[in-house]
């Protein structure tokens, strides 16, 4: 993910905003633990080999290894292509049970005049996601950048084709989305009425769309960094805090994502939230263990 990404992020004011008042509807406080999900934008990379994954681990095993260390992964290839039942066979059974693999919307979808309304390509995509089963995870949709708020009735319209038998987040790149408090609040209530999840997408240059609105039982956040800069650390502080407040209010999970520069170095990121989470929360977790320890001990 590119849009927004600042020059100097040393500059920006990476604070985050107040959480809107929609949020306490989907706050559960009965809920007893909460689920912290966190993970990368893929597995593939050879440069994690000594650092997330053993040196010596094959290309056919990085997933296997991947899942070992994170809880999810947001998948994006499904944006391009819909892979055969059997790839998704292959993947699952490469990870542990508690791993979600969270799949992008395809593009002739998202990026149709009608969002694929009236056609067969919504129940075609949830079809062949339907076959992750228990390791299915919200699906995300990153709308174009000429998504405007004109077309909130076509948003609509997609939101009852795709009804309630599985979860979907949705990104909002335009910035009419968020000018103004009326835009903003009736895109969550439109979410949250039909039961799905606003993409919170924390990045440098676009501090409109870190807009903290959470309209479902669970959050999912697009983090995207900038090389290991000091700020990356102190934003995931921040975040941690909003996850420490959410999850004691009752919200059920958390997807937090990670981008980073070419995918480098978002075991670092990661490793660095979860050291600073302690022993004794109330909400559920795991992170990556990096094997190089020069790289550990920069984080600290």
Not at 19 to 25: E, L, Y
Not at 177 to 197: P, Q
Not at 262 to 273: C, G, K, Q, T, V
Request: proline fraction near 6%; include cysteine.
């Amino acid at each position: 993910m590119q849009f927004g990404k600042p020059d100097n992020p040393g500059v920006v004011d990476f604070t985050l905003t107040k959480a809107p008042a929609i949020n306490s509807k989907s706050f559960d406080k009965s809920s007893l633990s909460g689920e912290l999900y966190t993970g990368g934008t893929g597995w593939g990379m050879k440069d994690w080999k000594g650092k997330l994954y053993p040196e010596k681990t094959p290309v056919k095993s990085f997933l296997h290894e991947y899942g070992k260390q994170f809880r999810t992964v947001e998948l994006n290839s499904l944006f391009y292509n819909i892979p055969k039942p059997v790839t998704i066979d292959n993947w699952r059974e490469a990870v542990p049970n508690d791993f979600r693999f969270c799949p992008k919307i395809l593009q002739y979808i998202s990026h149709s005049k009608k969002l694929g309304v009236d056609t067969d390509r919504i129940i075609n995509f949830q079809d062949t996601i339907a076959l992750f089963e228990d390791n299915l995870g919200p699906s995300f949709m990153q709308l174009p950048p000429y998504f405007d708020v004109s077309r909130y009735s076509i948003l609509e319209k997609f939101l009852e084709s795709w009804g309630n038998s599985l979860e979907l987040a949705i990104e909002f790149r335009h910035p009419s989305w968020f000018d103004s408090d009326i835009h903003l609040d009736r895109m969550l209530e439109l979410l949250h009425s039909h039961g799905k999840g606003a993409v919170i997408t924390d990045v440098g240059g676009r501090r409109d769309v870190c807009h903290m609105g959470v309209t479902s039982d669970y959050a999912f956040i697009r983090f995207v960094g900038n090389d290991l800069h000091s700020s990356d650390f102190t934003r995931i502080d921040m975040w941690l805090q909003r996850i420490y407040e959410w999850f004691d209010k009752g919200l059920k999970e958390i997807y937090f994502f990670i981008h980073e520069p070419d995918n480098l170095f978002a075991p670092e990121i990661s490793s660095y939230l979860h050291a600073q989470i302690p022993f004794d929360v109330s909400f559920v977790s795991r992170g990556p263990i990096l094997y190089n320890e020069e790289d550990q001990l920069k984080l600290f």
